[in-house]
């Protein structure tokens, strides 16, 4: 049943720590991203993307072409680029841009075959090769992106140009795989949620009933690919047809409890999976998504949000198999999961939902972009061995300083929409009541009539004050790590019951609701299950994670050994460090640099203090070795 | 220049821990090895050796054969195996064997070309690809085995059909490279070392010309293989030619100085390098040498001796890169680093060396084998984690119980010919004096008129009892992890200077020594630099490293934290514990189960007693937690 209602894209202004990265997102990445999506960007992989959809044009008018380039799923980025410039211009509204957009979704347009069919690679070079591979072809998650930023932008402008395109071209799937009962379902979903998005924006049914199709037939003939790969004498990599958990092929969706596969594919479709659950009300379905949820966060995830240890098969891999320095925690598979959290959040109102919208945020999310907006990293490990990370074979996914773009280029442009939208994510409504999930300072016009100012230094600062306007009632989530708090209306202490991590609290006109958190730095122990982690500890900061750079200490953090009986101490918020942040200073021990490569002689230990910086701020100040747990002493 | 010759390998006649461990290669492994080349075992990968030989056989005579079956070295386990078995019948005789052996041999020559060309896939099915492929063909390296085999059986026999065999297929190589000046060099190394094997029993020149000449054109260009790439329409793996570090085609032998690439290559090398520095004088040689054995044992080993980091290339990685639970350090790389070892003593007398001849022997060589003879490692991981190590696809290598046999057989007869031949690393000799490097028990006859009956327990006992008979010195090894000992000569202290490791005692007939060493528990601890190891600490015992199996500890290893302030203790070798051997005791925490995955709760500990067995014996009790590395408290 659905508990909530996002609020619209334009109904939150931004202030503070979000409108830092949102006016990031809004001077830098979108613009560079478009000098890289038109190739304009000097020594980054090419993208070409713009070019794909000007070559598609020409090749439907019968006009001298170039070929298609990059990868099969090179559209998707046009999508996610819309979307974020989408988001992005309604609150830092910039009309060159605007007018390069339009001029984009023009070119969209004139790349749509007659039929509704858009993909600029098929159109360009492979006509007749058209829904032949689901495994590989990556048509319908391309188009996925495609009507998330169809939906974005007319959300955003009220141009209607794109969501027509996108509008015929889910008619076109429509017929392909209902009226014409095609079979099969996506190599890599997404197109679900994005139905599921574009059918609360048009009401459209067709896109419920699509999403629902590819859900329910998913996993029910686990051989669908197999038997497609013996149908067609071509293929992109080659992708084992076999290898059933990478494209989620393994069982039947409700059937589902373990989180595996590749953790984006996976984590995309739990999310499609929770969106037709709470539109349905459908149970069954809903346990499952409970059952992966547990899966991720109890067993499968990283402090910092994480998830996907592996590079193989960029996958989930078993319980407790959480290996630092390889890690893979892919930026993509973190935003995945916020967006996993926020549609569990629409089936059950329960905090821990919020907390890991949080955790994945203000972490993997963050760690994902470069302070400068210009350079980002695909894989998040959660140690850097100098010489080793990035180098050595079992660890060359895992980079030691952010590139500047990606031949796959999924993560870069995800994280600028996720950013340019957090605002959704932070608040919603349901009748009366307005949520406020994530702390983003801001204005909010909720469409109950609630108005509400938020002003917070939040992740930093341990305080949100609420100023409401209308009438009704707020629910405001209390988050798990704080567990003292208070919460004060008008100078009142509410008293108000924790109802599954939120306090509900009826509100009218110019009330003042002060939250106030426990921003404590704790010290965080893990599972003694995990292998990796054992005689290790961790520092988190309200809803950040700390990790230690060796040139914050000495250049060696690796002989470091933090002392868990004195408390850690937050230094003041700095805006000259790392574009605005506070570190920590933790007391420890250094241990003596040992002569050989072992020796029985026992170490000697010199006391020291450790300093740490939030995790999404490392590899800013080029390589050097960084590490979030921390040996204890 | 030459410091001393091995023993021959009929000089010694093994007792106690020695004596148990050749009589399991005498009893079980080599007529398990036997069945399995001769595919009469069952439920293990085929081998199909002895019928390659069969089909070569038939083939050259014009008659109706089967096709070769195995990969491309397949021959090399032939040379393996007739080595082990020979030197196992110098001190367990087997005429049963011996007649198999023999008929084996006859097998053999029968399927030597007349060119003296010896190499059963190429005999069978690609006559014509003959040396085309040095790069992957391993014709040089099956070549070598079986040169090593017909050394062996000759030295331990008497009987020269293989070594004529092999004699004629060497004047067919030094005519291919030598006479006809055939481009290139080995792809895997091996017959270097070989080849000084036969040279130091025939006296054979053409033998020390080849392979002083295959280690001079090494890397000299190296761009060899990608010329001879080119040259072919085929390939058998399709290896990447530009790898050069792989194939050691990197640069020139005497330029080396970081042990890379696939470690086994690498150390075959480097001992048939050291073979021809000692043989030869050659300075340079001999300092390229020195350099690549630092940078091996002082920056690229694990404390059990193992080689290897990555499963990727089984190669070397970087300094420092010792991660446990991925650890590939394959038995033949270490059985390798005894190879070179024993190479280095004879170009210098130096402790150090015989030091790891132990280390690499009494734990990674001795972990490749099961207690029964029959299960064998190829991967020594120094961590195992039940539903990891194995099964996710990073740790796909690093078995968690020993396979019966393997498709890649190298390992199994690779560790039944070192065990067979353990006493021509123990002991050897020049001019008057006797060398004693390792403490094998049993009874020798130098050369040199020097009798000597060694009784020991070691490496379980701290007691070395040497009786003497004849005239001349001993040089007796001091293990440098031994700080404190005693050698008493005839009821007196030996006072004699440590000379580089070794005690040089005059002795005459009926002269008693006894070497006493410290084998008290020791704490070692690894240089911060290794980042998988700090914080950590292990137990080793005399020449033995302790590892901690659940099944010892209540199933759970890696919640423990091992006390360092208490001095482990060592419990009573018991005979009846894993086919013999002792436990260690140690004192340490347990720390509580924690819930989640993630607490910020301090954990809480309870004292506990660690259980330890030897890391040679782990995995000897099914499927179970390991772990060498243990957290410190």
């Given at each position: 049943m ?45 993208s070409n ?37 989408a ?13 390069k ?6 070119l ?9 069919y ?36 007319y ?10 395109v ?9 017929n392909?795989?209902i009226v014409?009962?095609a ?29 629902q ?16 790969r013996?149908s067609?004498?071509w293929?992109?990599w ?6 059933y ?6 069982m039947?969706?409700r ?27 459908d ?44 890690a ?12 996993f ?40 490990p ?45 608040y ?16 909010v ?13 939040y ?18 989530r ?28 009826p ?7 002060k ?49 868990t009986?004195e ?9 000259n ?21 072992y ?19 490392w ?15």
């Open positions: 659905k508990t909530m209602n996002k609020i619209p894209i334009t109904a939150y202004k931004p202030d503070g720590f979000v409108r830092r990265y949102q006016e990031l997102i809004s001077k830098e990445m979108i613009p560079y991203q478009y000098r890289v999506l038109s190739n304009q960007e000097p020594d980054v992989e090419k993307v713009i070019a794909n959809f000007i070559n598609a044009g020409k090749a439907l008018r019968g006009e001298e072409h170039d070929d298609f380039y990059g990868m099969v799923f090179q559209d998707s980025d046009a999508g996610k680029f819309i979307e974020a410039a988001y992005s211009i309604t609150n830092f509204p910039n009309k060159e841009l605007e007018v957009i339009d001029e984009f979704i023009d969209i347009e004139a790349a749509q075959e007659e039929d509704g858009l993909n600029t690679r098929f159109t360009i070079k492979d006509k007749n090769r058209r829904w032949q591979n689901l495994l590989e072809a990556h048509e319908l998650y391309s188009a996925g992106h495609m009507i998330e930023g169809a939906c974005a932008y959300e955003a402008t009220g141009k209607r140009k794109f969501l027509n996108m509008e015929k071209n889910v008619e076109h799937i429509y392909k795989f014409e009962k079979e099969g379902y996506p190599g890599h979903p997404e197109i679900e949620l994005a139905l599921m998005k574009m059918y609360r924006l048009t009401n459209n049914k067709h896109c419920l009933e699509l999403a199709h590819f859900i329910d037939v998913r996993g029910v003939d686990p051989h669908f690919y197999e038997k497609e013996r067609r004498d293929h992109i080659g992708n084992n047809p076999s290898n958990e990478y494209q989620q092929s393994h039947p969706v059937e589902m409890s373990d989180a595996v596969g590749h953790s984006v594919r996976a984590t995309y479709l739990y999310t499609g999976m929770a969106d037709v659950a709470s539109e349905t009300s149970k069954e379905l809903f346990n499952a998504c409970r059952r992966l949820w547990d899966s991720i966060v109890n067993k499968r995830m990283y402090i910092t949000g994480g998830i996907g240890s592996s590079h193989h098969g960029e996958a989930f891999t078993t319980d407790y198999d959480l290996p630092n320095d390889t893979y925690a892919e930026t993509c598979a973190s935003i995945a999961l916020i967006f959290a926020s549609r569990m959040l629409e089936n059950e109102i329960k905090g821990e939902y919020a907390d890991i919208m949080d955790l994945a945020f203000y972490n993997t999310v963050l760690s994902g972009i470069q302070i400068d907006g210009k350079r980002f990293f695909y894989a998040n959660l140690e850097a061995i100098p010489g080793v990370s990035g180098r050595i074979p079992t660890h060359g996914h895992a980079r030691i300083t952010r590139p500047g773009w990606y031949g796959c280029a999924c993560c870069p442009p995800n994280a600028a929409r996720l950013i340019a939208s957090i605002g959704q994510y932070s919603s409504e349901k009748d009366d009541t307005a949520f406020c999930h994530m702390y983003a300072s801001g204005d016009e909720f469409k109950n009539g609630i108005k509400l100012n938020c002003k917070t230094e992740p930093y600062g341990d305080t949100v004050d609420y100023k409401i306007n209308g009438n009704g009632k707020i629910a405001i209390i988050t798990s790590w704080s567990e003292k708090y208070s919460v004060i209306k008008n100078g009142q202490t509410v008293c108000s019951e924790n109802i599954n991590g939120y306090i509900y609290i509100v009218c006109d110019n009330d003042e609701i939250l106030t958190l426990d921003m404590t730095p704790r010290f965080v122990y893990a599972s003694e299950k995990v292998a990796d982690l054992t005689g290790k500890v961790a520092v988190c900061v309200g809803p950040m994670t700390y990790c230690f750079e060796g040139v914050d200490n000495d250049g060696d953090v690796f002989s470091l050994y933090v002392n009986n408390t850690p101490i937050v230094e003041a918020y700095d805006e460090t790392l574009g605005g942040t506070r570190k920590i200073r933790v007391k420890g021990f250094k241990k003596e640099a040992q002569s050989g490569l020796s029985s002689k026992a170490p000697k230990y010199i006391e020291t203090d450790i300093i740490g910086i939030p995790y999404s701020l590899a800013n100040r080029g390589e050097n070795q960084m590490r979030v747990w921390m040996n204890e002493k």
